[in-house]
């Protein structure tokens, strides 16, 4: 079976950085699109930012300037590289994989920005 993995969440000021992660295993032939969602409370769960297997990153308009996604294809893992954090940046982040037969979806970890 196909698992995802998310990492690095957790607590951080305004202004500070956070770097989720999220290692795809099992039997994986390819995955052509990773990426990242988020869901605050009492929101629908939003695109955050994708990236292919190529390499071609789209990010939400709210993050743009701030994130960075990236992925490394031989450890089948994405990154997400979280700067100048906001406290609406607040939600659980679910990790994305455009694998067969069906997407998968990470556990969800818990990032909140808060002084």
């Known amino acids: 079976q196909v698992q995802l993995v998310e990492s690095g969440g957790g607590l951080v000021q305004p202004g500070g950085s956070l770097r989720l992660s999220c290692a795809a295993s099992?039997?994986?032939?390819?995955?052509?699109?990773m990426g990242w969602y988020r869901q605050a409370p009492g929101k629908q769960r939003e695109l955050v930012a994708t990236?292919?297997?190529?390499?071609?990153?789209n990010y939400s308009d709210s993050v743009k300037g701030r994130f960075t996604i990236s992925r490394d294809n031989a450890k089948n893992t994405v990154y997400l590289q979280m700067n100048s954090l906001k406290p609406e940046d607040t939600a659980v982040y679910y990790c994305?994989?455009?694998?067969?037969?069906?997407?998968?979806w990470g556990q969800g970890t818990q990032v909140t920005v808060s002084s």
């Open positions: 099992g039997n994986i032939f390819r995955i052509t699109v």
């Open positions: 994305y994989a455009s694998v067969t037969p069906y997407p998968r």
């Open positions: 990236v292919t297997s190529g390499g071609t990153t």
